[in-house]
């Protein structure tokens, strides 16, 4: 099988120095939101590669089960592959919807940082900015108990700065200001900031101007790196 060769390749880059460094990294400790993740201490660009070797190959369904394998690269392969799926030539929205929806059923699997923030905007984003009357699932989403549903609805918005949009970012953003994960401070913060530097720096500020004395520092520091020294200063002492 297809999913066995997978498997065995990735196993054959294991690199258990690597691996201790990442369990750091990604906080697999009981507690962290990482707890219990697994890894090969495999680079991105090896995972990157062999994901491209298989994905042609790779049934949806075997695809899924990578995806539900407790070793992180595993899950991150899996969904290396769900994207080359999505945005092969000649993918019908039929099969888009397929991924779609396997990816929405699956969300608990796409449990770290990265898995999301690679995955999100390309399969989600994408996804809803061609079908606009699904949106709502956004606000679905950044109303979930899973950290990682709020963090795929902030980051799925990526896809629509990318159009110059700016209204679904803000609107998740607003609904995620009393969220109390700090993932999530920095995933808005990062996409305000991204507001400012794809659309304009204006709607970020009128977001800033309106919520900066209430939103949590992290999300504010992040939303501000690329101020001017002076602008950010003001900010930071909620004096603007």
């Known amino acids: 099988m297809t999913l066995h060769k997978i498997q065995k390749e990735l196993s054959s880059h294991a690199n258990p120095k690597q691996a201790k460094l990442l369990s750091g990294f990604f906080k697999t400790k009981k507690g962290e939101y990482g707890e219990g993740d697994v890894f090969y201490g495999i680079k991105v660009p090896v ?43 000649g993918t019908t929205q039929e099969n888009k919807k397929e991924i779609f929806d396997l ?98 720096l204006e709607e970020e500020e009128k977001f800033l101007k309106k919520y900066y004395k209430i939103m949590p520092r992290t999300m504010l520091r992040y939303a501000i790196e690329k101020f001017p020294e002076e602008k950010r200063k003001k900010y930071l002492e909620r004096k603007v």
Request: one cysteine or more; glycine letters at 2%; aromatic letters at 10%.
């Open 103 to 200: 990816y929405l059923t699956n969300t608990k699997y796409i449990n770290n940082w990265d898995l999301v923030d690679l995955s999100a905007p390309k399969i989600i984003g994408e996804y809803l900015y061609s079908h606009p009357k699904e949106k709502i699932l956004l606000k679905k989403l950044a109303k979930s108990n899973l950290l990682w549903d709020r963090r795929i609805s902030i980051l799925s918005t990526f896809y629509f700065i990318y159009k110059k949009l700016s209204d679904e970012t803000l609107q998740i953003a607003e609904l995620l200001l009393n969220d109390k994960e700090d993932l999530i401070h920095k995933a808005v913060g990062w996409m305000l900031r991204e507001i400012g530097k794809r659309c304009t």
């Open 47 to 89: 995972t990157r590669t062999i994901a491209k070797k298989y994905s042609s190959e790779l049934s949806l369904t075997e695809t899924e089960e990578l995806l539900h394998s407790k070793i992180h690269e595993e899950r991150l392969c899996a969904l290396l592959i769900l994207i080359q799926k999505y945005e092969t030539n």
